[in-house]
């Protein structure tokens, strides 16, 4: 198994703010990586996919980047709808799919 | 716009079988792949398995041995079957699609809602 950590697990942020969310894979999956955003009660939402590309619909202070094992999600100005849990999955090994364990970006 | 709905029980005893049906509107279900994903209440996400419209399938090996993901065409729908169930099984199961044409090593671009599963007697 490729196994995904993340950090922080929890963060605390104020709107404005510009927040990071590392991304790290036991081994290398190249660009195969996704972030997803979700809110409570509701389904993962697809921000990014192959590290850097933006999905349709989402705006454009979400960023992507790194390769290999190491990764960041980037938003360049908290909005108060951002307030969510975020996730990254690999898409290099469906023995199996994998995602992180989430990060909690909540209200300071 | 693709849309994916979930539908089954929202209780099953332990040592039964859990089985949930997801149709598929709005798009056609081939030439994607189709997955099932997890989460038990408070905790992440776990991928169960996923289907090809001709019927190929792959599942986590933490689960094969109780997995079993069928695809109908006809209908639009496939379905999920996780046999002896415990209450370590209880989460919410989500229907996803592959987000890229034809290749298995995908992110999930369109989910369904989710559904609650609870194991209990």
């Known amino acids: 198994d490729i196994r995904m950590t993340q950090s922080p697990s929890t963060l605390s942020a104020s709107v404005g703010d510009r927040v990071t969310i590392t991304c790290r894979a036991s081994?290398?999956?190249?660009?195969?990586l996704a972030w997803y955003q979700q809110k409570p009660g509701k389904a993962p939402r697809l921000l990014i996919y192959?590290?850097?590309t933006l999905q349709s619909g989402v705006p454009s202070r979400f960023s992507g980047s790194g390769s290999g094992t190491e990764f960041t999600l980037t938003i360049s100005s908290l909005q108060p709808d951002d307030f969510a849990t975020y996730y990254c999955?690999?898409?290099?090994?469906?023995?199996?799919?994998?995602f992180g364990p989430g990060t909690k970006v909540e209200i300071k | 716009q693709v849309q994916l709905q979930e539908s089954g029980p929202g209780l099953v005893k332990p040592s039964e079988t859990l089985s949930l049906i997801c149709t598929v509107s709005?798009?056609?279900?081939?030439?994607?792949?189709w997955s099932w994903i997890r989460q038990p209440p408070g905790k992440a996400l776990e991928w169960i398995g996923y289907i090809f419209y001709t019927g190929s399938t792959n599942y986590n090996p933490s689960l094969k041995r109780r997995v079993t993901i069928s695809v109908d065409t006809s209908k639009s729908q496939f379905s999920l079957k996780l046999t002896s169930v415990t209450a370590a099984d209880t989460a919410v199961y989500y229907c996803?699609?592959?987000?890229?044409?034809?290749?298995?090593?995908?992110?999930?671009?369109?989910w369904g809602q989710g559904s609650l599963v609870t194991v209990s007697s």
């Open positions: 081994q290398s999956i190249i660009n195969r």
């Open positions: 192959k590290v850097t």
């Open positions: 999955q690999q898409y290099n090994s469906d023995s199996p799919l994998t």
């Open positions: 996803a699609r592959g987000g890229v044409i034809l290749e298995w090593l995908s992110h999930f671009d369109y």
């Open positions: 709005g798009g056609s279900i081939s030439s994607y792949y």
